[in-house]
């Protein structure tokens, strides 16, 4: 993915998740609140405990006053303990539930989309980071609340040992805070080292894991013993891990002499404030019950400030990803959805399709996929579309169906312009068989209705036999309740791609839209499966307009109307029988299919089964 400048900085993308948590999960911001104060409150109590007890010693106070204050101080130690834990529990809890609401979020945004979105990669690749971001624990999108303690607890304890720190020296805190600034911008620049070779390494290593698994993977067996190329895979890996290891000793050169200087930085501040401290003991009646408390408080406050530093640094990081993730939610719409006209038909209107000088190209491609056509479906027309791989028929019917949107041109409905309409209402006068499937861990009932319940039982059954799968499912340990699948269920039946084919076909005809799509409906099928829907095709397709794809030209036989596509565009229109006549690039397609055909060195048209181009 190419690098890209997020557009939400960290103010604004802390903000953003602050108003997402204020408006329904207050507890969220609540326990960061509680958190922090019981950690600063833990941390500032650990630092007085010496410096108390010893000035009581110094006082020369009894050994029940030392009793009583160690008793104290444990009983205090030990509530803040016990609460910081119970929050943390309590954050556990309640931390996750605002990424999974956006994880919610994103799928909707997803499954909602216009669906041009998933044909731009920007789209896809944004979508890929956005996922990242609240698939787990560790993801932006509840570790930010973490961080968010941090800084709070940072800035309380910071306050609380700078009030500390200010009867000393103002220079000696000048120095400090600023060794401790350069220090931190030392270890910050050592973190960006280890994670440039980092990425750097793990490039080669997936290399390294790639050659590693096709040495010992049975499926390249043969060839690694028929080809000779195991030797060619040994050099190509010694050649990766010698890569490996030269950039492995560049990072520790590096990342030494990073340290080193880094030491010294440490060695300076702590040196300094130790110097003084002593020097202070020294010349003065400093007791030594305060020197430990401005010791503790000189190495505290210096933690602080780092533990700050760091905190910024990874909310900066975090608010990146969060960035991701809001610009893909926010991702505009190309397409009207609740903002569009209603569309009001029943199942007696008539469905004209047009396509007016409809011109479509693929984002980033070169050239258009469908090139100027203009083409009219008539209510009730059987269309079969036919040609070449990549002569732009799946994009044809992706334009007729508002998948997608023509970038030149316009497809209407009844004359109007689709896309003032809300899609959801265009999407339902379409039922499809498209050639990827999309069959969910569920019963056929459920699949065929795509519903959980309140389906028509009796429909189903007619689709089932519409389809050709009526024996196939009454063979199944529970019938039409098996459940399809076995990756939620391990009881499910998994059928194979011919049935799969069928089950699909039956669920569009259970939708029973006013347009029925066929791509490709048969491809899985052996040919009788196929003869078998073939004959059915005129019953399946009453009163419907339908369009048909298949690279099997005789199966277009009971269509109205053929139409050849190439490069885009219509090439050739007619029946089965006009076009043949017309000893076309029609006629010599067919003719090489039913070649593998023939009986005798003759055929009959209506007989003839042809074979995939």
Known sequence: MEKRKAKYNMWQMTAYMLRRAFRGHKDIIIICLLIA????????????????????????SSIWELVVAVGLFTLLLFSMAGLKGYFREKAIVSWPILRVEMLMDLASKRANTSYCNFCDEKFQNLGSTAEREVMSDNSSTQAVWRVLADILNNVLGLIIYLIIVSSLNPLLVLVTTVLTVIEFLINKKIGE????????????????FYLYGRLIN???????????????????????????????????????LANVVGLIATLLRNGIAYAYLIRLLLKTDLSAAVFLLYLGAISGFTAWITGLLRSFLELHKKSIGL??????????????????????????????????????????SEKDIISNMNLTLEPGENVAIVGLNGAGK????????GLLDPTEGEVCLNGEDIRKYNRNDYYRLFSAVFQDFSVLESTVFQN????????????????????????????????????????????????????????????????????????????????IAENDIYMKYNEMTKGKTSIFISHRLASTRFCNRILLLENGR????????????????????????????????????????????
């Open 193 to 208: 080292a280890e994670y440039y070779y980092k990425d750097e390494i793990s490039r080669y290593q997936k290399e390294s």
């Open 218 to 256: 049975r499926q390249f067996a043969k060839d690694l013993r028929i080809f000779g190329i195991h030797e060619w895979l040994c050099d190509v890996r010694d050649i990766v891990y010698r890569s490996i290891r030269s950039l492995k000793i560049k990072k520790e050169r590096k990342l030494f």
């Open 323 to 364: 960035s991701m993730l809001r610009e893909f939610l926010e991702w505009p719409e190309s397409y009207k959805f609740d903002d569009g006209e209603a569309l009001n038909l029943n199942e007696n209107s008539k469905i004209k399709i047009e396509l007016k000088n409809v011109s479509y190209r693929y984002p980033g």
């Open 37 to 60: 104060i019981i950690d600063t409150a833990l941390t500032t109590t650990q630092m007085l405990v010496t410096p108390v007890i010893l000035s009581r010693v110094e006082l020369h």
């Open 394 to 401: 799946t994009t044809l019917v992706r334009l007729i169906t």
């Open 448 to 527: 065929v209705s795509q519903t959980i319940d309140g389906y028509d039982e009796k429909k189903v059954r007619y689709c089932l036999e519409q389809a050709g799968l009526t024996d196939k499912v009454d063979s199944l340990p529970e019938g039409a309740d098996t459940i399809i699948g076995r990756q939620v269920f391990d009881n499910g039946v998994v059928l194979s791609g011919g049935e799969t084919q069928r089950l699909i076909l039956a669920r569009a005809l259970y939708k029973n839209g006013p347009v029925l799509v066929l791509d490709e409906p048969t491809a899985a099928l052996d040919p």
């Open 570 to 613: 219509v090439k050739e229109e007619g029946t089965h029988y006009e076009l043949i006549s017309q000893g076309g690039d029609y006629a010599h397609l067919f003719e090489v299919q039913s070649r593998y055909y023939k009986e005798g060195g003759e055929y009959e048209y209506e007989n003839e089964i042809p074979e995939v181009i």
